[in-house]
C-alpha cells in the first residue's frame, strides 16, 4: 500500500464526526490487506508503531520536527514556527510549508511498510548523535512526500494521530472487514484483543481465518492482559442484591495495579494497568516473586502498596510515586518506600489458563501456587451473606487502614473479564456513604492563569472523561482547589509537550481555557456532587437538552494517575453512573426508594474562577 493512500484515508476520517461512515472508510482501507502489512496500517492509524505495552515511542519533540521539515522545505525554522503557532498543528504547517516546494523531478512514491520500517528504526536510534540523525531521517522522509503525506507523517512523529483513530473505531471496523459486522462478532474481537493488548495480531489472524481463528489465542507470558475492572454499588444492600446474597470481600488497597508475568526461567516483568512495563522501579518485586511461587510460568495479579519500614502499616499511595520513574538511588529508595504487592488474582498457572475459571476456583489455585512472604502476601478476604455481615468486615477493613471494599461473585460464571467493567466485581469505599460515590479521574485539556498567588503559572485546568464511543473527551470540571504549591510547579513540567494552540479535535467544552492541551496528563479529583450544567459536555444531552454533567466544588486530591492513560480515565458511563448513584443515595435519604433524577435537581453548575 501507498503511504498516501493511508495518508487519503486519514483524511476523510478526520473530516467526519459520523461514527458509520468513518467506520467505512476503515473498512475499505483494512480489508484488501494481509499479513505485517494490515497490522502496520492498524498500528500506524492509531499514532503507534508497536502495541502499546512493548513501550515504542519515536521521541521527536516539535522543535526537533520543525528543524526537520526546515531542512526538507529550505524555510527558516523561525517562519515555521510562527506558521505553527498561528495554525495550532504542526502538521497543517507541514502542508502548507511542502505546497510551496518545487522538486526538479517526481520523488519516488512511499510505501507504508518502508515509512514504517524506516520509523521504527528511527525509533530504536539513541545514544549520542540520535537527535541529530532523526532530524536528518525525518527530514528525508518529507523530500519524498506530498502535501497531504507529510501533514499526517509529522503528526504521527510528533504523537497527533492518537486523538483520531481510536482501539474501539479499529475493532467495529474489523468485525465489518473480517466478520459479518454482528455484535457477537464485535464482542469476540474485543474479547480477544483485551487478551492480547494487540490490535495488529488480532488483525493478522481475522484476515486469515475470519472471527473463529481468534479462539487460537492464548495467554502469553510477557504480553498483558488488559485488567478487569470493578463496578459500584450504592450501598452495601445493592451489592449483596447484585451478587444474588452471596460473595467474597477482599481489601481495596489504596495503591498500583500490577500485573506479575513470570516466565519458567529468569526474572518476571511487572505491567501497570496502562500495559507500561515499571519492573524497573520495583527491583524488590522482582526478586520476591519468584521465590513465593510454588510453581511457575505465571501471571498474578496484585496491589503494590507502600508500606512504613518501621511499622509495616500501608502508607498512603502518593509514596510510591518516589519510586516511579526512579533510574538512580533504587537501593536508598526501596528502603525509604518499602512496598507489598497483595496478590489477589491467578491467570495462568503453568500451564493452564486458570482465567476462565470461576473465580473460587482461581482463588483455591491461588493459594496453593502462592507462598506468601514478607514483600508477597495474599490479599485478605471474607465470604459474607448478609448485609449485617458485609457492614461489619467494611467497618473493620476501613478501621485498619483499607480505603474500602471489593466484592467478587462467586458464582459459576465468575471468570476473569480482560478489560471489561460489570458487576462481577464491585467496589465499595468509605466515601460512598457520602452523596457523591468515588473520586473522578478526569484529564488535563486546558489550562487557566492563575491569579494573586498563582499569578505567572496555570491556577487551574480544565478536565475532561473520555467517551469510548466516540474517541472524545469530554469536559466536566474546572478545578483549582487541592492543587498545592508543588503540583502547581509539577503540572506544567509533565504537560509542556502535551501544549498545543488550538482546542485539540477530540476536547469538547463549551469553556475556553488560556492554554490547550492534548489529552495526556490525568488527574484525580472528587467534589460535592454532579449537576447539570450549559457549560460542560460529559453525558451532554442525556441529563437534560443542551445540558451536561460538572462536578460542583472539584477539589484535587493531589494525585497524579501515572498508571492511567487518557482513555483509562473516568468513562462518560462511570459519570453517568455516579450521578445515578447519588441521585438513589439522597432519593433515599428523604424516604423514596426508587433510583432516579433527585425531586429537586441541582441548579446547572457555575465554575469558580481560577
Known amino acids: 500500500m501507498r503511504f498516501a493512500d493511508l495518508a487519503e484515508a486519514l483524511e476523510?476520517?478526520?473530516?467526519?464526526?459520523?461514527?458509520?461512515?468513518?467506520?467505512?472508510?476503515?473498512?475499505?482501507?483494512?480489508r484488501p490487506l494481509r499479513g505485517s502489512e494490515l497490522s502496520t496500517v492498524v498500528y500506524l492509524a492509531q499514532g503507534m508503531l508497536r502495541p502499546e505495552y512493548e513501550g515504542v515511542e519515536l521521541g521527536v519533540a516539535e522543535s526537533l520536527a520543525r528543524r526537520a521539515i526546515s531542512d526538507a522545505t529550505h524555510r527558516p525554522v523561525e517562519a515555521i514556527a510562527r506558521h505553527a503557532k498561528e495554525s495550532g498543528d504542526l502538521g497543517t504547517t507541514t502542508e502548507e510549508m511542502l505546497r510551496g516546494v518545487r522538486r526538479l523531478a517526481p520523488p519516488a512514491e512511499l510505501s507504508v511498510e518502508e515509512v514504517y520500517g524506516r520509523l521504527l528504526a528511527l525509533a530504536r536510534t539513541t545514544g549520542e548523535g540520535s537527535q541529530e540523525a532523526k532530524v536528518r531521517e525525518l527530514a528525508a522522509l518529507l523530500e519524498r512526500t506530498g502535501p497531504?503525506?507529510?501533514?499526517?507523517?509529522?503528526?504521527?512523529?510528533?504523537?497527533?494521530?492518537?486523538?483520531?483513530?481510536?482501539?474501539?473505531?479499529?475493532?467495529?471496523?474489523?468485525?465489518?472487514?473480517?466478520?459479518?459486522?454482528?455484535?457477537?462478532?464485535?464482542?469476540?474481537?474485543?474479547?480477544?484483543?483485551?487478551?492480547?493488548?494487540?490490535?495488529?495480531?488480532?488483525?493478522?489472524?481475522?484476515?486469515?481465518?475470519?472471527?473463529?481463528?481468534?479462539?487460537?489465542?492464548?495467554?502469553?507470558?510477557?504480553?498483558?492482559?488488559?485488567?478487569?475492572?470493578?463496578?459500584?454499588?450504592?450501598d452495601l444492600a445493592e451489592l449483596l442484591e447484585r451478587m444474588d446474597g452471596v460473595c467474597a470481600l477482599?481489601?481495596?488497597?489504596?495503591?498500583?495495579?500490577?500485573?506479575?508475568?513470570?516466565?519458567?526461567?529468569?526474572?518476571?516483568?511487572?505491567?501497570?494497568?496502562?500495559?507500561?512495563?515499571?519492573?524497573?522501579?520495583?527491583?524488590?518485586?522482582?526478586?520476591?516473586?519468584?521465590?513465593?511461587?510454588?510453581?511457575?510460568?505465571?501471571i498474578l495479579e496484585g496491589e503494590c502498596v507502600p508500606i512504613d519500614p518501621t511499622t509495616g502499616a500501608i502508607r498512603p499511595f502518593q509514596e510510591i510515586g518516589r519510586r516511579r520513574g526512579r533510574k538512580h538511588e533504587l537501593d536508598r529508595y526501596q528502603s525509604e518506600v518499602p512496598v507489598v504487592l497483595?496478590?489477589?488474582?491467578?491467570?495462568?498457572?503453568?500451564?493452564?489458563?486458570?482465567?476462565?475459571?470461576?473465580?473460587?476456583?482461581?482463588?483455591?489455585?491461588?493459594?496453593?501456587?502462592?507462598?506468601?512472604?514478607?514483600?508477597?502476601?495474599?490479599?485478605e478476604e471474607t465470604i459474607v451473606r448478609s448485609v449485617e455481615e458485609a457492614s461489619e468486615y467494611f467497618e473493620a477493613v476501613v478501621g485498619e487502614g483499607a480505603e474500602g471494599i471489593v466484592a467478587k461473585s462467586l458464582a459459576p460464571g465468575s471468570a476473569y473479564r480482560a478489560g471489561a467493567r460489570g458487576f462481577w466485581w464491585i467496589k465499595y469505599k468509605r466515601d460512598y456513604q457520602t452523596e457523591l460515590a468515588d473520586s473522578i479521574d478526569g484529564v488535563i485539556v486546558g489550562g487557566f492563569h492563575g491569579r494573586g498567588r498563582?499569578?505567572?503559572?496555570?491556577?487551574?485546568?480544565?478536565?475532561?472523561?473520555?467517551?469510548?464511543?466516540?474517541?472524545?473527551?469530554?469536559?466536566?470540571?474546572?478545578?483549582?482547589?487541592?492543587?498545592?504549591?508543588?503540583?502547581?510547579?509539577?503540572?506544567?513540567?509533565?504537560?509542556?509537550?502535551?501544549?498545543?494552540?488550538?482546542?485539540?479535535?477530540?476536547?469538547?467544552?463549551?469553556?475556553?481555557?488560556?492554554?490547550?492541551?492534548?489529552?495526556?496528563?490525568?488527574?484525580?479529583?472528587?467534589?460535592?456532587?454532579?449537576?447539570?450544567?450549559?457549560?460542560?459536555?460529559?453525558?451532554?444531552?442525556?441529563?437534560?437538552?443542551?445540558?451536561?454533567?460538572?462536578?460542583?466544588?472539584?477539589?484535587?486530591?493531589?494525585?497524579?494517575?501515572?498508571?492511567?492513560?487518557?482513555?483509562?480515565?473516568?468513562?462518560?458511563?462511570?459519570?453517568?453512573?455516579?450521578?445515578?448513584?447519588?441521585?438513589?443515595?439522597?432519593?433515599?435519604?428523604?424516604?423514596?426508594?426508587?433510583?432516579?433524577?433527585?425531586?429537586?435537581?441541582?441548579?446547572?453548575?457555575?465554575?469558580?474562577?481560577?
Open 342 to 379: 497483595f496478590v489477589f488474582d491467578l491467570l495462568l498457572d503453568g500451564e493452564e489458563e486458570t482465567y476462565r475459571r470461576p473465580f473460587p476456583e482461581r482463588r483455591e489455585a491461588l493459594g496453593s501456587v502462592l507462598r506468601p512472604s514478607e514483600r508477597i502476601r495474599l490479599a
Open 12 to 30: 476523510r476520517i478526520e473530516a467526519t464526526t459520523k461514527r458509520l461512515e468513518m467506520r467505512a472508510i476503515l473498512v475499505s482501507l483494512l
Open 148 to 234: 497531504r503525506e507529510g501533514k499526517f507523517l509529522v503528526r504521527f512523529v510528533v504523537g497527533m494521530l492518537r486523538v483520531g483513530v481510536r482501539e474501539m473505531g479499529i475493532l467495529d471496523a474489523l468485525a465489518v472487514a473480517f466478520a459479518d459486522g454482528s455484535k457477537e462478532a464485535r464482542l469476540r474481537i474485543e474479547a480477544a484483543f483485551n487478551l492480547t493488548s494487540d490490535l495488529g495480531e488480532v488483525a493478522e489472524r481475522m484476515a486469515d481465518g475470519g472471527v473463529a481463528a481468534l479462539d487460537g489465542i492464548r495467554l502469553r507470558v510477557g504480553r498483558p492482559i488488559r485488567p478487569m475492572l470493578a463496578e459500584r454499588a450504592a
Open 454 to 610: 498563582r499569578a505567572g503559572r496555570f491556577g487551574a485546568y480544565l478536565l475532561a472523561v473520555y467517551d469510548p464511543s466516540s474517541g472524545r473527551f469530554p469536559s466536566f470540571c474546572k478545578v483549582g482547589s487541592g492543587l498545592d504549591d508543588a503540583l502547581l510547579a509539577e503540572l506544567p513540567k509533565r504537560l509542556e509537550a502535551a501544549a498545543v494552540d488550538a482546542r485539540p479535535a477530540a476536547v469538547e467544552t463549551g469553556l475556553v481555557p488560556d492554554q490547550w492541551f492534548r489529552p495526556q496528563v490525568v488527574l484525580e479529583v472528587r467534589g460535592a456532587e454532579l449537576s447539570r450544567s450549559p457549560n460542560h459536555r460529559a453525558g451532554y444531552g442525556s441529563v437534560g437538552p443542551e445540558l451536561g454533567l460538572a462536578l460542583r466544588f472539584p477539589r484535587c486530591t493531589g494525585r497524579i494517575r501515572e498508571d492511567k492513560g487518557p482513555t483509562e480515565a473516568t468513562s462518560v458511563a462511570e459519570l453517568l453512573r455516579l450521578f445515578e448513584l447519588q441521585t438513589s443515595v439522597r432519593s433515599k435519604s428523604v424516604g423514596h426508594h426508587a433510583v432516579g433524577a433527585p425531586k429537586s435537581p441541582p441548579a446547572p453548575s457555575e465554575d469558580p474562577p481560577a
Open 250 to 298: 477482599e481489601y481495596k488497597y489504596d495503591g498500583l495495579r500490577v500485573q506479575a508475568h513470570v516466565p519458567p526461567d529468569g526474572p518476571p516483568r511487572l505491567f501497570s494497568r496502562r500495559l507500561e512495563e515499571i519492573g524497573a522501579q520495583f527491583p524488590d518485586l522482582l526478586e520476591a516473586i519468584p521465590r513465593a511461587l510454588a510453581r511457575r510460568p505465571a
